[in-house]
């Protein structure tokens, strides 16, 4: 019977764990619908933009208060959860506190101690935040994107935290084997006289309580980063690393767009040849992208590593002067029908069947596409290091090559271009006469 | 004055049998449009003054292809890019040199895949290392003390991280130098990227370029300066429809170099 808890946590954890992995599994198997680029160059330099910019932060404190914050939560939340492993050991063996009896007196006073002012410190960044969202009403929480869900779970993912450190705290104060050692409990011993009326038998039945519901709670918190936009705390490693090194106005080279115009300007070439035997795919390559297979599979991870802060949107100047465009609903709207088709997927034994919708059209609008300048300064906005305007650019390029679809000015413009050589319909002739002018 | 411009082309230098140092690259807005033909031709005059023995195409020279490329048509990009890179490698153009941060970032950046290799300099990193060599000297600058704001172009700042030069080769005009609020990376756009400057806006409150000119006006300019065609556009055109034109010059940092000494 005494083995009765160990057996449930046991099953608790593995449960947790198991959704989790499953869950996991289902991601990379939906960012791998993308197409395949080649991203193993230049390794050192990626290394050190996940070093900088993901585990650095460089990119958060641009704005230094929901920079400083951030930093605040991050610390936080990754070195309290060193205390997890202690529960987790604890949990698995029935012992208590196991780290007391491992480590040396001090330094896991010191321990505990650093892990309590943190939580105080998550708590009081978390409450700002909250404000910051919900009564401040900063602009960029306000979007028209940000209605329904979005804004739910920016703040669920907020109580979540605030629930767990008020956990964490209170299983320390109650917990008086710990309180007797008095080492570490540098804010717990605060809270304790808050209980003090209590018998020894009742402070026992609430610091199990809150162990067992902080523990739990971090496992919830675990499987529910999936359905969330707070995948970024995973993400934001592998996203950085895999970002982009070319300079910023470097755009991709359509590759097979190269070899057909190579083959146009070879004198050589005779376009009536038979292809080569089995060089010739059944379809020809689709150009840009109208749905999220057509994207890369970095795009894809950019969808999924977003966590809708909206410092992209904040930045872009059509965004700024009231056009629909907002890079963040680009990639909302990536990750929303991506998740559509991994479920579609589920649904028909691991196929994906037609269901009549794509990105383009049942998402994202023409209108939002035509409206960016291509400045950039949505990428240079992203503290994870997302790239709207690649996705931008690659669904242009579909309504362009494959649908003929681009605004009627801009078929002008290119129709001088391929005439002229030059986007107004001045002859190419006329180039230099401005020397003599 | 405009007599005075040696234009030397690529063809002619070769039929010559001289080769010139760098190709300077007009671009379609500085070979067509009225007003961008006057920052190409100060940067002609900086180039007489400083005898670099440069080269244009002339009418050899076609569309980068860079504004087809960001509309969506890789297709006439590559056509455009391969037929220019044809003509370049023909030549043996090395460097080339051009007022056009468009065109400069698709040389640079996008003609290596397709087989064209160049060094390439936007104007104000050239004339900055005229400066550095002490080719070109201003003194008692035209432009004392005036208070100078530099609007900079999404594809040399923000696309190519080139924010230094245009700043170091404006402070050699002994001018009141003040930044906008959005300066450097966090820069605002003009409006005219990304083809936009070929069509008209999407339904919005407001001009992107109505809003980067109020961004310029805050710092209560005499003078607005750019270091691109496009940018020149959009900024003259915001000024105008804040009625203040009379008060407020928009110029390239091309066109200040050559004013500063009445070249």
């Not at chain 1, 990105?359 to 023409?366: A, E, K, P, R, V």
């Not at chain 1, 035509?370 to 242009?396: F, G, K, Q, Y």
């Not at chain 2, 100060?42 to 504004?67: H, P, Q, R, W, Y």
């Not at chain 2, 391969?82 to 007022?99: A, D, G, H």
Request: glycine share 6%; net charge negative; charged share 20%.
């Amino acid at each position: 019977m005494e083995y009765i808890p160990n057996i449930i946590f046991a099953i608790i954890l593995f449960a947790g764990i198991g959704y989790f992995a499953n869950n996991v599994k289902k991601l990379v198997r939906n960012i791998k619908l993308g197409k395949d680029v080649d991203v193993s160059d230049n390794k050192p330099q990626r290394w050190k933009n996940m070093a900088y910019i993901a585990l650095g932060q460089s990119k958060m404190v641009k704005r230094p208060i929901a920079g400083f914050l951030h930093v605040i939560v991050y610390v936080g939340f990754v070195i309290i959860n060193i205390e997890v492993l202690e529960i987790i050991i604890d949990g698995l063996f029935g012992t208590h506190r196991i780290g007391h009896s491992v480590l040396p007196e001090a330094l896991y006073g010191f321990l505990i101690g650093s892990f309590e002012i943190l939580a105080v410190l998550v708590l009081v960044a978390v409450i700002i935040f909250w404000t910051r969202r919900n009564v401040i009403k900063l602009k960029r929480f306000m979007k028209s994107e940000m209605k329904g869900w979005p804004k739910s779970d920016g703040n669920i993912i907020l109580y979540f935290e605030v629930v767990l450190m008020c956990l964490f705290l209170i299983m320390n104060a109650t917990d008086t084997v710990f309180q007797d050692y008095n080492s570490g409990n540098v804010i717990s011993q605060f809270i304790a006289p808050l209980f003090s009326g209590l018998s020894e038998a009742a402070l026992h039945t609430i610091e199990r309580a809150a162990w067992w519901i902080h523990i739990v709670g971090i496992l919830v918190f675990l499987n529910y980063l999936y359905f969330s936009k707070h995948l970024h705390i995973l993400l934001a490693f592998p996203n950085t690393y895999y970002g982009k090194l070319t300079p910023k106005g470097q755009f991709k080279n359509n590759a097979t767009v190269t070899k057909e115009v190579k083959l146009m300007m070879d004198p050589n070439a005779d376009p009536f040849a038979a292809p080569a035997e089995g060089t010739e795919a059944a379809m020809p390559e689709k150009f840009g992208a109208s749905d999220v297979q057509d994207l890369s599979w970095v795009n894809l991870l950019n969808a999924y590593t977003c966590t809708e802060c909206g410092r992209c949107t904040s930045e872009c100047p059509a965004n700024l002067t009231g056009k629909k465009l907002s890079p963040r609903k680009i990639m909302m709207d990536t990750r929303d029908r991506l998740e559509e088709v991994g479920k579609n997927i589920d649904a028909n034994k691991g196929t994906f069947v037609d269901d009549g919708k794509q990105l383009l059209g049942d998402y994202i609008t023409t209108e939002e596409l035509w409206a960016c300048t291509s400045c950039n300064a949505c990428v240079e906005a992203c503290p994870v290091s997302i790239d709207p305007l690649n996705i931008i650019m690659e669904m242009r390029q579909y309504l362009v090559m494959e649908q003929s679809a681009a605004p009627m000015e801009l078929n002008n413009m290119m129709t001088n271009i391929e005439n002229n050589g030059a986007p107004w319909p001045y002859n190419q002739m006329d180039r230099l006469n401005w020397k003599d002018e | 004055m405009s007599e005075q411009l040696i234009v030397p082309t690529m063809a002619e230098m070769m039929s010559q049998g001289k080769t010139p140092d760098i190709l300077f690259w007009v671009g379609s807005a500085g070979s067509y449009d009225d007003r961008a033909k006057k920052i190409t031709k100060a940067f002609v005059k900086i180039l007489n003054k400083a005898k670099v023995n440069f080269a244009v195409l002339g009418t050899e020279e076609s569309s980068t292809g860079d504004i087809a490329k960001r509309a969506g048509n890789e297709f006439l990009f590559q056509m455009q890019a391969m037929m220019n890179i044809e003509l370049l490698n023909s030549y043996n153009v090395k460097r080339i040199v051009t007022c056009d941060p468009h065109s400069f970032n698709c040389l640079k950046n996008e003609y290596p895949e397709l087989g064209g290799n160049y060094e390439v300099l936007h104007h104000t990193q050239f004339i900055k290392q005229l400066i550095d060599n002490k080719v070109i000297q201003i003194e008692n600058s035209n432009f004392n003390g005036k208070r100078i704001t530099f609007h900079d172009p999404c594809y040399l700042g923000r696309a190519n991280s080139e924010y230094l030069a245009p700043r170091d080769v404006l402070s050699i005009l002994n001018a009141n130098l003040i930044e906008m609020k959005r300066n450097k990376s966090t820069a605002l756009c003009c409006g005219a990227g990304g083809a936009q400057m070929f069509k008209e806006p999407e339904k919005g409150d407001k001009d992107i370029n109505e809003l980067r000119t109020e961004d310029a006006l805050e710092t209560n300019p005499d003078i607005i300066a750019t270091g691109c065609p496009y940018c020149m556009t959009m900024m003259s055109d915001g000024v105008k429809v804040k009625e203040k034109e009379n008060e407020i010059k928009v110029m390239d940092i091309a066109e200040l170099i050559a004013n500063a000494q009445n070249l």
